[in-house]
Antibody
Framework: QVQLVQSGAEVKKPGASVKVSCKAS????????MHWVRQAPGQGLEWMGI????????SYAQKFQGRVTMTRDTSTSTVYMELSSLRSEDTAVYYC????????????WGQGTLVTVSS | QSALTQPASVSGSPGQSITISCTGT?????????VSWYQQHPGKAPKLMIY???NRPSGVSNRFSGSKSGNTASLTISGLQAEDEADYYC????????????FGTGTKVTVL
């Protein structure tokens, strides 16, 4: 079955960058878009952006433009999300989630990666 | 892009029905049939419950149903059960950005 496995928790200092990975299995990697969504402690879900693994094109939410980069490695079926210039407000659980072409829903989701930004 | 508006909390007794609203604009909820709903239990990843306004994925109970009218989508849970206690989020495609998506503010469902 389709499965997304994310990298482990990270602790970063303000101003640093973090790169979270999401390894896909159980389907043709290039046939599904990948989204990144984050959730700050006690808060709601926030869409960050989408990458098309077949062409490496990405689109980001305006809030994160200039700070986020989404890339993919087709040889390992892995998508990456890098967030730079971290601040305390970026402390959150970061999720990857797939979406089929011409589909507009997130299913399944990765297990989430906690990123803590603290001095 | 502003979040879609949901009530902060909704509660009901076992066996009752509850409805969660999700209000957006003509650029998202009102303009497309691409509304989905997610259930999230504490410490867990969200789970897809409804897609394309009113479709249930395989394995999701038929106690969950969705609808839309104008700029407002709704999720109804009938025959409320203890395990339905969770946070619920709506999501929609939005034309505000390329391939953009937007989530609702989230609703805490409490089973009394």
């Amino acid at each position: 079955q389709v499965q997304l496995v994310q990298s482990g928790a990270e602790v970063k200092k303000p101003g640093a960058s973090v790169k979270v990975s999401c390894k896909a299995s159980g389907y043709t990697f290039t046939s599904y878009y990948m989204h990144w969504v984050r959730q700050a402690p006690g808060q709601g879900l926030e869409w960050m952006g989408i990458i098309n693994p077949s062409g490496d094109s990405a689109s980001y939410a305006q809030k994160f433009q200039g700070r986020v980069t989404m890339t993919r490695d087709t040889s390992t079926s892995t998508v990456y999300m890098e967030l730079s210039s971290l601040r305390s407000e970026d402390t959150a659980v970061y999720y990857c989630a797939t979406e089929g072409v011409a589909e507009y829903w997130f299913d399944p989701w990765g297990q989430g990666t906690l990123v803590t930004v603290s001095s | 892009q502003s979040a879609l508006t949901q009530p902060a909390s909704v509660s009901g007794s076992p066996g009752q029905s509850i409805t969660i609203s999700c209000t957006g604009t003509s650029s998202d909820v009102g303009g497309y049939k691409y509304v989905s709903w997610y259930q999230q239990h504490p410490g867990k990843a969200p789970k897809l419950m409804i897609y394309d306004v009113n479709n249930r994925p395989s394995g999701v109970s038929n106690r969950f149903s969705g609808s839309k009218s104008g700029n407002t989508a709704s999720l109804t849970i009938s025959g409320l059960q203890a395990e339905d206690e969770a946070d619920y989020y709506c999501s929609s495609y939005t034309s505000s950005s390329t391939l953009g998506r937007v989530f609702g503010t989230g609703t805490k469902v409490t089973v009394l």
